[in-house]
């Protein structure tokens, strides 16, 4: 880590440690909603940022682990907390189901693919399946989350919470960005021919990429549903998903880029909320503008460079360059 890294994001714990002390109310929620998408869209950036996998059907596994929480909560008294870890096997479990027979798609037709599965959720949500998601009013009564022995119930108690659980998700995705895992799917996303040339089994990693963005969305899904105590297929449409997709483009797939886009994305139109009829078109032309001007996001990760083997260099040809440069060290 470059002491320019270190130095901003010490800078941003120090900021986030003593917001609450200057804001009110509204504005701690504002913010404990910014904090909640920060760490799905660093979940999604495991998928997206990293692998180059497009996936826009995130909010599914978030909406599984939310209402796995809700269902054990409500109805077999588990505590929230406790709820947590399942709620994250059971997205992870569920990507497993569903990710394994798209994993060979790429580009436009995976995206597609994804967007159905977030449809098929939301859709089999609102007919109560298996009788225990309650149809379209959701479920209600979730309890609050206690943590030794304190009960977390006001925004301030969230805000911390929230927060503390992003900084956990970067200094993990950190190390997991540069672990052998990390190498690999960078690798596959420069050139994925490149990649399997250099013996590594792409489909397994672009798999377990579904299946670890899903376990940290799920787990996220949790702390949704003790936050508001009420959950409902609304809550899990479409369109988070857009907005995750957005955040993890915007900010250009490094860790620092997600917090900027989720902070723009989230927190900036509450600055502008007299002007919400507006607030699409203002959506829009950012977007197309960042396509234009800076494709590579906000905030694009450090380039690494490693050395491809000469064998490989030889086989892809233009591949080879690109791949070296992306983690031929995986």
């Not at 590594?200 to 949704?224: D, P, Q, R």
Request: with cysteine.
């Amino acid at each position: 880590m470059t002491v320019s890294r270190t130095t901003s994001y010490a800078g941003i714990a120090v900021v986030v440690a003593v917001l609450p002390l200057l804001l009110d109310p509204y504005w701690t929620d504002v913010f404990v909603s910014i904090g909640l998408y920060s760490v799905l869209a660093l979940s999604l950036n495991i998928i997206l940022g990293q692998a180059g996998l497009f996936h826009m059907g995130h909010a599914a596994f978030y909406a599984v682990g939310a209402y796995v929480t809700a269902i054990a909560n409500t109805m077999w008294g588990v505590p929230v907390l406790w709820a947590m870890p399942f709620a994250g096997l059971a997205a992870a479990l569920f990507a497993m189901v569903v990710a394994r027979p798209i994993i060979h798609l790429r580009g436009d037709y995976l995206l597609i693919v994804t967007i159905g599965i977030v449809e098929i959720v939301r859709i089999a949500l609102i007919n109560n399946v298996f009788g225990l998601t309650g149809g379209a009013n959701g479920i209600f009564g979730i309890s609050r989350p206690m943590l030794f022995g304190f009960k977390i119930a006001k925004p301030v108690h969230f805000y911390y919470l929230v927060w503390a659980y992003v900084a956990c998700s970067i200094l993990l995705f950190r190390r997991l960005e540069n672990s052998r895992f990390g190498r690999a799917l960078n690798y596959i996303k420069e050139d994925d021919t490149a990649a399997e040339g250099s013996g590594v089994n792409i489909a397994s990693y672009k798999l377990w990429a579904f299946v670890l963005g899903a376990f940290w969305a799920g787990m996220t899904g949790t702390i949704y549903a003790a936050k508001m105590t009420i959950i409902s297929p609304e809550s899990f449409s479409f369109w988070e998903s857009v907005v995750l997709f957005a955040i993890v483009i915007l900010g250009g797939g490094s860790n620092r880029g997600v917090l900027l886009g989720a902070f723009l994305l989230i927190g900036l139109p509450e600055f502008f909320r007299e002007f919400a009829s507006a607030r699409m078109l203002a959506f829009g032309l950012a977007m197309v503008m960042m396509m234009i001007f800076r494709p590579q996001g906000m905030l694009p990760p450090m380039p690494r460079f490693y050395k491809l083997p000469e064998r490989i260099r030889c086989i892809t040809g233009k591949g080879g360059d690109a791949a070296a440069q992306a983690g031929g060290g995986a």
